[in-house]
């Protein structure tokens, strides 16, 4: 992550994405455009928000989702400084209005998260501990495609995903401690029930 690179608040990120005047619906590569200036933390919290929102019950929105997740991941942990996305993945989109009605329903609550906010070890969310986090949220993302089947599973580790991402944004190194120590117990307890499946 660039020292360049503001600190951001969830309420920014979103209210951000919402305020964008261009059309009727917020596309992912909207998404992408509207963020890769603010880092790769934000591409990575939007996504497992919205796994983690209602709109997560959606058929086919976890796995978009998490598609996103693995793709923005996955090019944080070779190095990439700009995002890319394929074609397919660039045509999704979602109602702007109802995405706009869910912020402000949701401010109180991002607002209090932020304040328990702030950019402290602000190297712990830079290379190269930030690879380790993406390495840790492609594979959790990885997990939340067949947990669709199961209602509201995929929000788990899209929660501990959205953590993780969080501290990013923020550049928070506490946070991302914490996200990175659940992001390790959620990997380690899916190895261990693994065969009970």
């Known amino acids: 992550m660039r020292d360049s690179e503001p600190a951001l608040g969830l309420t920014d990120i979103l209210q951000e994405l919402a305020d964008r005047p261009d059309t009727r619906r917020l596309s992912l590569v909207t998404l992408v455009d509207t963020m890769q200036g603010r880092g790769f933390g934000p591409l990575l919290l939007v996504p497992a928000l919205i796994v983690v929102l209602p709109t997560g019950a959606l058929p086919g929105v976890p796995t978009l989702c998490a598609l996103l997740i693995v793709l923005v991941a996955g090019q944080l942990v070779v190095g990439r400084r700009v995002p890319w996305l394929p074609a397919r993945l660039r045509r999704v989109d979602f109602d702007r209005d109802r995405f706009r009605a869910m912020v402000d329903k949701a401010r109180p609550w991002t607002e209090r998260l932020d304040r328990l906010l702030k950019p402290r070890l602000a190297w712990l969310t830079r290379w190269p501990f930030n690879r380790v986090g993406a390495l840790a949220c ?54 261990w029930f693994w065969p009970i499946f």
Do not use: T, W
């Not at 594979?139 to 969080?166: D, G, H, N, R, S």
């Not at 991302?176 to 899916?190: H, R, S």
């Open 138 to 191: 492609l594979l959790l993302a990885m997990a939340m495609i067949p947990l669709e089947l199961v209602p509201f599973a995929a929000a788990i580790p899209a929660l501990i995903i959205l953590l993780y991402a969080l501290a990013l944004a923020a550049h928070d190194g506490v946070l991302a401690v914490l996200g990175l120590a659940a992001m390790i117990a959620a990997l380690a307890a899916a190895v």
